[in-house]
């Protein structure tokens, strides 16, 4: 058994994100939207030492299958990370992430005077870039701290 | 999206944007022609934000090809001022319009419309984004005083709020024009626009000095240093002396140099300059009528 392994025990079912890059685990569980309140068990260990990355962050969070768009959001975030399906102890699917062509209704628009800032009935879209996502609407382009801009649902 | 709807000057290819371009000029040739040409048409005006000189030109254009409008009129009295949704807004004038303009401040307007209405919709202005139907007749006025091809052109002054650089740039990108961008360090172009410059593969070359590019130019296209960008009146007032046009500043330019400004103007062009064989700015005003109603006479001819 490994040594991350000891410090983050086993879940009976759920979702294992794991090679999140260190420091966004937490930004992570806020594109999750979970903060405990649903009252899921969640673990987080941050800089826990990797052969691959030096240091990474995981996140546990028993009795939750992540969806197709929460895992495209992560893809932006934490590009690096796989994301393992538990069911009865085991990892039963691992996925590795995949950038989406444009992400839907997950990032809020940084331009406060863009329409999707307006109250009007429309949902924010986003082209992913190679660095960065654009917004399709007003155009601005977002590089930097994109967890800041997830729409908290 | 329609194809007819006309957001922004990236969905101009070098075809659409001739088309457009030579049909203006056969309604510059005998406007009479085209006088009755759509006699039942009614263009929908949907001005968020005052503009009354764009109002009018498109309010002439469709009455020149025999159409009329109707205008939801301005924003205090409507039923946007009770807290209707722009969407909403749009949906109902859509059903009493065979085409539509939309002025709205924020960035992004045209292109949410286009998705809730079945009409043509034109941009003529969102927030600091895109003015499509400016560029058709920036273009008009290029082509005629100094061709669209081969084509030295300086962009300067506000590029990074100025919507009708922004589009302007973009169209250029058709041609084979070289792009040089004049403004002070804090008025750049938005990476945004830098972003679709390198895309289409064209040079984005910048300065801060008018003299360094002037001598080479065949066209500068002037726009207006907004003083209320300026955190700071001494910092304005450095800059806007930088940035002004006078006979002076001309002394190094080319003999056939086409100086071009969307209007209107503050002091970034001194009025000597009005009366050289530079100033192309009223000529360029009011080049808006031919070539809109080349535009809504294409869109339609398209919808009959
Ligand atoms: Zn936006």
Redesign the pocket.
């Known amino acids: 058994m490994s040594d991350h392994q000891l410090r983050v025990s086993k879940i009976p079912r759920g979702t294992v994100i794991d090679h999140i890059r260190a420091g966004q685990a937490l930004n992570v569980l806020a594109i999750l939207g979970i903060d405990g309140r649903a009252g899921e068990t969640v673990s987080v260990g941050m800089n826990i030492p990797s052969d691959q990355m030096s240091q990474k962050d995981i996140v546990k969070v028993e009795g939750r299958e992540l969806s197709q768009d929460e895992v495209d959001v992560l893809s932006l975030i934490a590009p690096e990370a796989t994301i393992n399906i538990i069911r009865e102890y085991e990892v039963v699917e691992k996925q590795y992430l995949e950038r989406p062509e444009r992400v839907v209704g997950v990032l809020s628009?940084?331009?406060h005077n863009?329409?999707?800032?307006a109250n009007e009935p429309v949902e924010?879209k986003f082209d992913v870039l190679d660095e960065g996502v654009r917004?399709?609407?007003?155009?601005?382009i977002v590089r930097e701290d994109l967890a800041a801009h997830i729409a908290v649902k | 999206m329609r194809h007819d709807h006309l957001i922004t000057a990236k969905q101009l290819s070098r075809e659409n944007v001739e088309a457009v371009l030579d049909r203006a000029a056969e309604i510059d040739a005998d406007p009479a022609a085209f006088a009755d040409r759509h006699d039942d048409a009614i263009l929908g005006l949907c001005f968020f934000e005052p503009s009354t000189r764009t109002k009018m030109s498109f309010e002439t254009a469709i009455k020149r090809l025999g159409g009329d409008i109707v205008d939801m009129g301005s924003v205090e009295s409507s039923s946007v001022k009770k807290g209707e949704s722009l969407a909403d807004t749009a949906r109902v004038i859509e059903g009493y319009a065979d085409a539509m303009v939309l002025r709205h401040p924020s960035?992004?307007a045209a292109k949410m419309v286009s998705e809730f209405v079945d009409v043509p919709l034109l941009n003529a202005g969102d927030g600091a984004g895109h003015h499509p139907t400016q560029t058709l007749l920036d273009l008009y006025t290029i082509r005629e005083n100094a061709g669209l091809d081969d084509l030295t052109i300086g962009i300067m002054g506000d590029l990074k709020y100025g919507r009708t650089v922004h589009s302007l740039a973009n169209a250029l990108t058709n041609f084979d024009a070289d792009q040089h961008f004049i403004s002070p360090e804090s008025l750049k172009l938005p990476r945004s626009v830098r972003y679709d410059l390198h895309e289409s593969g064209a040079m984005v070359r910048e300065h801060t000095e008018l003299d360094e590019i002037l001598p080479a130019l065949d066209v500068l296209y002037v726009t207006r240093i907004q003083r209320e960008r300026f955190p700071d009146e001494n910092e304005y007032q450095q800059v806007a002396g930088e940035y002004g046009i006078d006979l002076e500043t001309l002394e190094s330019a080319k003999d056939d140099l086409t100086v071009m400004h969307p209007l209107p103007r503050v002091d970034e062009i001194a009025p000597e300059v009005d009366d050289t064989k530079y100033a192309t700015y009223f000529e360029q005003a009011h080049n808006g009528v031919p070539v809109r109603m080349a535009l809504l006479d294409r869109m339609l001819e398209d919808n009959r």
Do not use: A, D, R, S
């Open positions: 628009c940084p331009n863009c329409i999707t800032n924010t917004c399709e609407y007003c155009e601005t | 960035q992004g």
